[in-house]
């Protein structure tokens, strides 16, 4: 039995822990969960999950979840372990099970070591100009809303828009095919929920139908007309690595090119609009930064820490160890809680402070060998689009607060934030 930490324990009050999950799904939980995250982490840094397994509250417990090497992802090999498969069989729940972030070594390796870092420091130099015009040109559509209504939903209009269109763009993905792309993604990600129900899984199901066919058709098509694209690339260096094997050749690529669009997309929107609501909601804030543009990227960094758009993550033991003075026996679920973590007052003083000067920690990336790929491209997008609202909307506001969708826990989504100038 391994150690991995001594922090402050564990409960097993199971009716609290039911009554905080049933909070975080309603308007009011999805509205401003800090409160359900501090009862929490009151809890415990490991609390007895009502399913068995166990959430993970503080943050040095969940960096040592995320980063350590006897922590692994549920992959096809647990699923079949354990004793309700049924669980485990939905179509896609199956899909998802074999793209990065569920796969572990060997495969993780050699699949993470062939693509490389699809999004290190020249390809996000020579990303940026495009990622500015992208940004640009939706802010323009923003602006003619604004003149015409007088106000305008800046998800719809701006944030659920950028990540599409940019990663659309480095893949060379046709702009009429963005709306199909979007709508099927936003019902794909239910099997992702902790307990999805039965007619999520069924939604879920649906869409993953037409993502595998819209994805498959698209990687045909390149095949037969390549392009100067990021696609086009995985295509030749697939088929090399599977040169009498063309049907694996496409999974690879279809596994991808899939998990990378769907993956860029919810979360990135969700960072976009909860930046622009932080900052708009308070005037004397948005005038700060615009004063002091060398803080753009710690105001990215704070929105991060103080409303991370993944809220749960799931790991697996490998091992028979110990996390936080609790015993934790092999292939147990712990699930990562990054917004309790994020507001641990041990790593960051007054938590429910939103500071742009804070130089905190959070851990919305995730860590270790399954760190977000797409972190970098995320934050390049949020630093582009805030250096130019700021610039052109000095007066930009939000009508209301966020609305959200309150059928998630796992993944936020904003439907929603109504802005006027």
Not at 9 to 24: C, E, F, P, Q, Y
Not at 203 to 230: C, K
Not at 311 to 331: C, E, H, I, Q, S
Not at 392 to 401: E, I, N, V
Request: hydrophobic fraction near 40%; aromatic fraction near 8%; charged fraction near 25%.
């Amino acid at each position: 039995m391994t150690a991995v930490g001594d922090i402050r324990g564990t409960t097993h009050d199971r009716r609290a822990v039911i009554s905080l999950l049933r909070r975080l799904r309603s308007p009011e939980g999805q509205a401003d969960p800090l409160p359900i995250w501090e009862e929490m982490r009151a809890l415990g840094d490991v609390v007895r999950a009502p399913w068995g397994g166990y959430f993970v509250t503080g943050f040095e417990a969940c960096s040592q979840v995320l980063r350590g090497r006897n922590w692994l992802v549920p992959d096809f090999a647990w699923q079949e372990r354990q004793p309700d498969p049924e669980r485990w069989q939905a179509p896609a729940t199956r899909e998802m099970s074999r793209t990065l972030p569920s796969l572990n070594a060997p495969a993780h390796t050699c699949r993470r070591r062939a693509l490389g870092n699809p999004f290190d420091r020249t390809t996000l130099e020579g990303l940026r100009p495009r990622v500015a015009a992208l940004a640009a040109g939706l802010l323009d559509g923003l602006e003619d809303r604004l003149r015409a209504d007088g106000e305008a939903d800046f998800v719809t209009t701006v944030a659920e828009q950028l990540p599409l269109l940019t990663v659309g763009d480095w893949l060379g993905i046709p702009p009429e095919h963005h709306a199909h792309i979007l709508d099927f993604t936003h019902r794909q990600v239910y099997a992702q929920e902790l307990l999805p129900t039965k007619s999520e899984l069924a939604v879920s199901a649906q869409a993953t139908l037409e993502m595998r066919a819209y994805f498959t058709e698209l990687i045909r098509q390149r095949r037969t007309r390549p392009g100067n694209d990021v696609l086009t690339g995985w295509i030749h260096h697939w088929d090399a690595q599977y040169p009498d094997d063309r049907a694996a050749a496409d999974q690879v690529i279809y596994d991808l090119t899939m998990f990378i669009t769907i993956a860029s997309l919810e979360t990135s929107a969700v960072l976009l609009a909860n930046a622009v609501w932080f900052l708009t909601r308070d005037p004397s804030r948005a005038a700060w930064l615009r004063r002091h543009p060398q803080h753009i990227d710690d105001a990215v960094e704070e929105t991060l820490r103080y409303d991370p758009p993944v809220v749960v993550n799931t790991r697996v033991a490998a091992d028979d160890t110990v996390l936080a003075g609790t015993p934790v026996a092999k292939d147990t679920t712990v699930h990562v809680l990054y917004g309790a973590a994020a507001h641990d007052p041990r790593r960051n003083p007054d938590p429910h402070l939103f500071d742009i000067r804070r130089g905190g920690g959070h851990l919305t990336f995730g860590g270790g060998a399954h760190y977000c790929l797409g972190a970098a491209l995320a934050r390049l997008e949020a630093r582009e689009l805030l250096t130019q609202v700021l610039e052109r909307f000095p007066t930009l506001r939000p009508l209301a607060p966020p609305s959200y969708d309150t059928s998630r826990v796992v993944f936020r989504r904003i439907t929603s934030l109504k802005v006027t100038a």
